[in-house]
């Protein structure tokens, strides 16, 4: 078991150390570009990193909170599914993806989730608090009972995803209507 505090360390030169990451917190750590394939972290949090294009091959995140995190491009689809259990506070996930992840009741607060995709995903009891969805794909994808009302930009065909009991705020409701192509005033 590692110590449970680390800062300032840049990973882009010496990886992490294989291994399992029980109880601790990574602050201001650079993870940009790094490999971290088949790693183990289970409650932990990350604050203010950069893990940008980083390699998640078969990496377990179990209860793991991202704080402020840049988080640029990542396919969370190449995690270890058992257990995935993850929490973004004003994190940036542009260009990232979550293709068929299961994510029922994952929170994403004041998060930027531009060109996100969530194609084929369980998304269900989710909550997108404050978040910025512009051209996130949402396609044969679970949002039932998924919460919206205070997110923006988003684009959702109510025909190709399941959204019964889904929560929209009434400006949202233009979302639900882009594909239309009418105007609302």
């Known amino acids: 078991m590692e110590e449970p505090f680390f800062e300032k360390i840049d990973y882009r030169q010496n990886a992490l150390a294989k291994g399992e990451y029980e109880n601790c917190t990574f602050s ?35 209860d793991v909170r991202f704080k402020d995190c ?19 506070f004003n994190c940036t996930l542009n260009h990232s993806s979550f293709y068929k992840r299961k994510l029922k009741k994952t929170t994403f607060k004041d998060s ?10 369980d998304l269900g009891s989710s909550v997108f608090d404050n978040c910025e969805l512009t051209r996130a794909t949402f396609e044969n994808t679970i949002l039932e009972k998924t919460d919206f009302r205070t997110a923006f930009n988003y684009s959702i065909d109510l025909e190709k995803n399941r959204v019964k009991k889904a929560k929209f705020s009434q400006s949202g409701i233009v979302g639900l209507l882009d594909k239309y192509d009418i105007e609302i005033s």
């Open 28 to 62: 201001n750590c650079n993870f940009s570009n790094s490999d971290l394939s088949g790693i183990k972290f289970s409650d932990c949090e990350f604050i203010g990193c950069d893990l940008s294009l980083a390699k998640l091959a078969k990496v377990a995140f179990q």
């Open 112 to 121: 930027k989730l531009e060109e996100v995709d969530f194609t084929g995903s």
């Open 70 to 88: 840049k988080m640029l491009g990542l396919h969370f689809e190449n995690c270890n599914e058992f257990g995935f259990s993850v929490f973004f």
